[in-house]
């Protein structure tokens, strides 16, 4: 199915351990975003990509790194995870930015312990 | 910086109801605005967009409209069925150097009981 697809879906890390959150889609959509998502917070977001090459902060980039590895593949990376980060993360992809058709991955539940 | 409000946070209605969801935002020099449902445990799945030279969008049963100059727009949905629980978010994009930077509101969380 045609879509965004995250990896992984659930992740416990210990605080100070890295990990990146990997995102594929396939729709041949030129911009990509990453957002995460706390009760009461709604969505923020963190990186986004408008194209393949560009990349860009968005409201909360500190203490992540993206990677816009191709058209099809935007990575989010924790370099030393912190209690903080304990959320729920979403990849989007979008036709370019701002426009209809945004399309959300399923999430990834990122607890840090 | 751009703040969206969504009035109520929840709301619970008996199947067959007309219903209005409310966006509020404070900067009105928006490029568009979105409605996105959440289903729990999913992603978001794109509903309606309205740039800021419309008024209002229709999909079906849904109808977003948009006054733009008091940083307002309403989510009416027509004939509420179960099939509708799910929470409502709004999305602002700013445009300028912020296009493409959705601001979100925190939903409205809608029942629908039989």
């Known amino acids: 199915n045609a879509g965004v697809t995250q990896t992984p879906k659930f992740q416990v890390l210990k605080t100070g351990q890295s990990m990146t959150l990997q995102c594929a889609q396939d729709m041949n959509h030129n911009s990509m975003y990453w957002y995460r998502q706390d009760p009461g917070m709604g969505l923020r977001l963190i990186y986004y990509s408008a194209s393949e090459g560009t990349t860009d902060k968005g409201e909360v980039p500190n203490g992540y790194n993206v990677s816009r590895l191709n058209k099809r593949e935007f990575s989010l990376r924790l370099e030393s995870a912190a209690p903080s980060q304990t959320s729920v993360y979403f990849c989007a992809s979008s036709p370019r930015e701002g426009s209809y058709g945004y399309t959300f991955g399923s999430g990834t539940r990122l607890t840090v312990v | 910086k751009q703040e969206v409000t969504q009035i109520p946070a929840a709301l619970s209605v008996p199947e067959g109801e007309n219903l209005v969801l409310n966006c509020s935002f404070t900067d009105s020099a928006i490029y568009n605005l979105q409605w996105f449902r959440q289903d729990p445990g999913k992603g978001l799945t794109s509903l309606l967009l309205i740039q800021s030279s419309q008024r209002e969008q229709t999909s079906g049963r849904l109808n977003a409209s948009l006054d733009k100059s008091s940083g307002r727009s309403t989510l009416y949905i027509a004939a509420s069925q179960p099939g509708d629980s799910a929470t409502y978010l709004c999305?602002?994009?700013?445009?300028?150097?912020?296009?493409?930077?959705?601001?979100f509101g925190q939903g409205t969380i809608l029942t629908v009981h039989p």
């Open positions: 999305a602002v994009n700013a445009g300028g150097t912020s296009y493409g930077k959705l601001t």
